[in-house]
């Protein structure tokens, strides 16, 4: 098979998705990497029917690869995830919406372009988590204890764009992460962002069944094959506090290979579900060598 993977600066040398395109070489395909953020791409030879059996997204919320993964799709190619899934997870205030409109159990969410504009939001809420609507792997959550802290230098993320606040979920400083690769389940836990001073060791652990209906109902609801779920066990039970497109699939058996089968398994037959329609009925509940692979860089 023919692939392209879309690989943002920021993950030049992650081992995902790098290991897994070396993998997929490895078993003989033929993988193109294109580096959206510091390459001239031609649009219009690249996005060609034929040229490649699927594409593959790994970038950062907001980068320009979701505009080329979009561009192949509405041209009728193969991609992975969905595109439509892909940008219903990467806006953090739409996946909100999204899942709470699809009975999955997120937190109340408010949105604001500045920071002040959340002293608006009744001080019962309070503590807040406020984040970057197209924020990624934990960086610039906050904690903000009470309305007047707001204003307190460092309160907010740094940068323009949308933000959304979350009332803070009690729990014990531990983040369940869940992920799924084409169906099957694994769970790994890790210290919260907004408890950095406890010492949680990363370790797989077992997934209750209350969980796991919640992970695979992520994946239905938002049409996703490869993803994660960052859970917190709170006081009325699993909260969904962040979902993110091809995650970094860490602790999981065999991860490589796993996903790297799922891709060819889904560039063959095509993603397995339809991206998020919002109008639906509620739901019950190191750089490669240019010689590994053939990049254009």
């Known amino acids: 098979m023919r692939l392209c993977f879309l690989v943002e600066e920021q993950y030049r040398y992650d081992g ?28 219009s030879e690249l996005i060609q029917v034929g040229r490649h059996d699927a594409w593959v997204l790994k970038t950062v919320s907001g980068g320009p690869g979701l505009t080329l993964l979009e561009a192949a799709a509405t041209v009728g190619l193969t991609t992975v995830n969905d595109a439509r899934a892909i940008r219903g997870v990467r806006d953090k205030a739409l996946a909100a919406v999204i899942a709470r409109s699809r009975g999955l159990p ?6 604001a372009a500045r920071l002040e504009e959340f002293a608006a939001i009744p001080e019962a809420d309070f503590p807040l988590v406020v984040k970057p609507a197209d924020g990624s792997a934990g960086r610039d959550v906050r904690l903000v204890a009470t309305p007047d802290r ?8 740094a940068g323009e764009g949308l933000l959304i606040a979350q009332p803070y979920v009690p729990n014990s400083g531990t983040d369940l992460k869940v992920y799924c690769v084409d169906g099957e389940l694994y769970a790994t836990e890790r210290c919260s962002p907004l408890h950095p001073g406890r010492a949680v060791p990363e370790r797989r652990v077992p997934l209750t069944p209350e969980v796991a209906r919640i992970a695979a109902e ?16 709170g006081p009325d039970g699993p909260v ?12 999981v058996p065999d991860a490589v290979a796993r996903v790297s089968a ?15 329609t919002p109008t639906a009925a509620p739901s019950p509940v190191p750089d490669p060598a240019p010689a590994a692979v053939g990049g254009t860089r």
């Not at 707001?150 to 993320?157: C, E, R, T, Y």
């Not at 969904?240 to 602790?251: A, Y």
């Not at 799922?262 to 998020?276: I, K, N």
């Open 16 to 43: 995902m998705p790098l290991d897994v395109i070396r993998q997929l070489t490895a078993w003989g395909h033929r993988v193109d990497v294109l580096w959206p953020g510091r390459s001239l791409l031609p649009m």
């Open 150 to 157: 707001l204003s307190d230098p460092g309160a907010g993320p």
């Open 218 to 233: 992520i994946g239905t609801v938002f049409g996703l094959d490869l993803y994660g779920a960052d859970i917190l066990l």
């Open 262 to 276: 799922a891709v060819l398994r889904l560039a063959r037959t095509g993603t397995g579900r339809p991206g998020p």
């Open 240 to 251: 969904i506090v962040d979902i993110n497109d091809f995650p970094s699939f860490r602790q």
């Open 106 to 111: 997120v937190p109340v969410t408010y949105a």
